[in-house]
């Protein structure tokens, strides 16, 4: 009887170590376009960029795994309201209204929108007045999206599901501009698939914002261990090494 009573404790125990190193698996959410910070790598066909690397950073030093779910960035809130993920790693800024919604990390990168135009465009763009009944583009489900489109200064805004999508129709010319986070744009027109467009680098962003990780609001023990986690990223400097990897400045 004793040995069997062993057995079965034994068994029990391994159950329940099995079932703890399962519950540190973590889904994160991530978009497939949004280079440099998460973009699919057709080569392994999986999710690359900042963001994903600072996730797996924060992920190893909290102690857990994380498992990439891609998905449109329209999606990821609900996605992480409904449980369908644990955790958000996007270009996603922390908004007083996603706040009401989610709970956000301390900032990890600070940055504003960019805005993207025809090379035969030269007029120097500053701020949205100097863009009175032009027509523009914006990708649904950001930041940009409430602030352009109450300025009241432009002849159209059309929204985007994705950046590819506008901007083939900003370098063919179907709109007159591109509003995009400024390092994501920047960074794939790097990669000279739009070669008609350019940074308009006179403009100044007047939408800042910085990026950071979200849990649903009731996660709070998660989100305690992704601050720590950060802080001590940032301390030793892992933080910025990971931007630095992927040509981006210091962090937030």
């Known amino acids: 009887m004793k040995f069997k009573t062993l057995v079965v404790s034994v068994f029990a125990a391994l159950s329940m ?30 999710i690359e960029g900042v963001m994903v690397d600072i996730v797996k950073a924060v992920g190893k030093e909290a102690g857990f795994e994380v498992q990439i779910e891609p998905m449109a960035f329209s999606a990821l809130i609900g996605s992480l309201t409904s449980k369908r993920i644990d955790i958000v790693s996007a270009a996603m800024f922390i908004t007083p209204q996603r706040q009401q919604v989610v709970s956000f990390s301390d900032p990890v990168y600070r940055y504003g929108e960019g805005l993207m135009v025809l090379k035969t465009d030269n007029k120097e763009y500053k701020s949205f007045a100097d863009m009175k009944g032009m027509t523009v583009g914006v990708q649904v489900g950001t930041a940009f999206v409430e602030p352009i489109q109450k300025s009241g200064v432009f002849k159209e805004v059309k929204l985007y599901d994705n950046p590819p999508d506008m901007m083939r129709d900003a370098n063919a010319g179907r709109i007159q501009g591109g509003f995009m986070d400024f390092p994501i744009a920047a960074y794939i027109l790097t990669q000279g698939n739009y070669p008609n467009l350019k940074m308009a680098q006179s403009y100044q962003p007047t939408i800042m914002g910085s990026l950071g990780l979200a849990t649903r609001k009731e996660d709070t023990e998660l989100l305690g261990r992704i601050n720590k986690a950060l802080a001590k990223l940032k301390a030793d400097g892992a933080i910025d090494a990971i931007l630095k990897k992927w040509g981006l400045g210091g962090g937030a």
């Open 17 to 46: 170590a099995a079932g703890a190193q399962a519950q540190t698996v973590l889904k994160v959410g991530s978009t497939p376009t949004g280079s440099p910070f998460t973009f699919l790598d057709t080569k392994t066909n999986s």
